[in-house]
């Protein structure tokens, strides 16, 4: 980042400070202790952490580090691949960060963390104090965890398991092909990032094949026995795409032990899977920040306390979202939302002298099958001596059995449920 | 310094917590920050869905009485209701009602 965009960054975040409206919070807000917070990620999980600490307590001096200039959302990306949205519906700005909340946002690359001077390092030089941080890394791709599978390879048959460059990438390759044509998804095992994600993913491909390249396939080689909704989108295949998509298990040829990215072929035990075009999606880990920092164990994920988020490893930092164990809850855009906001109170208290109140979170999950077909899972969860368990009796999936106005409802959910998530976390 | 709920204490937090008679009892302005996902920041949505900040405290807990009971018929509402107890639905009405 220049140095000339930073300052207007920090212009821009400084400006906002004066004529914030705080009002309508007023009530809520208890007044805690100024000090200083950090949050490492802008995404859903970084984002909303900033700007609720700021809610929280005005008083606080928050930053936002993010590397990217701006935020490509992975939910919905599979209907830019679909060709339902385009990649600029999903790019949004954090400016309104800044503008509304006062959060201060520095555009760079955390690289390392110091928790004994509390001090983030950023590859510029630059180093920002903080008295709490969090970090919101989301994923990394472990690239070479499966053979053949490099950042080379996922120039050829992409991974589009970030959001952005990746995602016009397969898009462009599903224009490229020729209709008749078998499209590979290859789904990693648990756990990884959107466990629906794979197969929303197979049902906005077979709805762009149907709509113009209707003799082609989607064949899904999946690592795993079962997943997420399976029931329903199953169902909801049958129903929208009788015959096009088809999904093996692992133990019946699903697992890819070896990728040819320039063939576009996958070895399995059951012999090699050539496609027209191949989404491969690879194992996966927590962000590079969260592995160099030494929050994430051997297996390459994040402990944290379920009460405060506090990271199990390296005091005074709490870590959320897709990088931690976060016991029943998936790893979501929504999950990421809620567990933001009660690290954010857990951040606030502390820096008060105060412990971290009993959480409640929650999270929703819907899926398009089509684009007048949504479907969905929800849960609330708690903190228990054994980490986070959903409320017994409660959320849960769709209906398996529904008339079509009910899913046509839940597709129109979707599209709230986006816009909600994006305005609660970014303006 | 860490406030971990019992498995014990878990059911009757779910239960009590509106009475103030489990130690750690969720609070209202906990809960109500879930909805603010989808319901907008403070309540005030800006999808279309059912605006929360100010509403009658007695209508939204029959709401979610009923979405709880399957008394009325949503798509996750009705999911989402049965993860609190019917104190905790007092409790966050009543806060959400008293929102700007």
Redesign the interface.
Known sequence: MSRETRRKFLIGAGAALGTLAY??????IAQGAAGRIVVIGGGFGGATAA??AR?LNPALDVTLVERDPSYVTCPFSNMVLGGTRTLADITHDRSGLARNHGVKLVQGEAIGIDAGSRQVRLASGQTLPYDRLLVAPGIDIRFGAVEGYDEAAAELMPHAWKAGPQTALLRRQLEAMDDGGTVIIAAPANPFRCPPGPYERASMIAHYLKTHKPRSKVLILDAKENFSKQGLFQGGWEAVYPGMIEWVSGSAGGKVSRVDARNRTLATEFGAQKGAVVNFIPPQQAGRIAIAAGLADDKGWCPV????FESKQVPGVHVIGDAIYAGAMPKSG?AA??QA??AA?AMVGLLGGK????????N?CYSLVGPDYGI?V???Y?????GI?E?P????V?PARAAAA?RK??AV?T???Y???V??SL? | MRTYIKPAALAASLVLSASGAAADAIKPETMARNCFTCHGTGGHPVNGLAPLAGIDAKAIETSMIDFRNDRRQATIMNRIARGLSEAEIAALAQYLSTLK
């Open positions: 009002g309508r919070f007023a009530p809520a700007k609720y809610l306390d379920p009460v405060s929504t939302n809620s906001k009660i109170a412990a971290a109140d009993a959480p409640m979170l929650a929703t969905s929800t849960g609330i708690v903190a228990t001596a054994e368990k409320v009796n409660s959320g849960g769709s009910i409802q839940e959910y599209d709230a449920w816009k909600g998530i305005a609660d303006a």
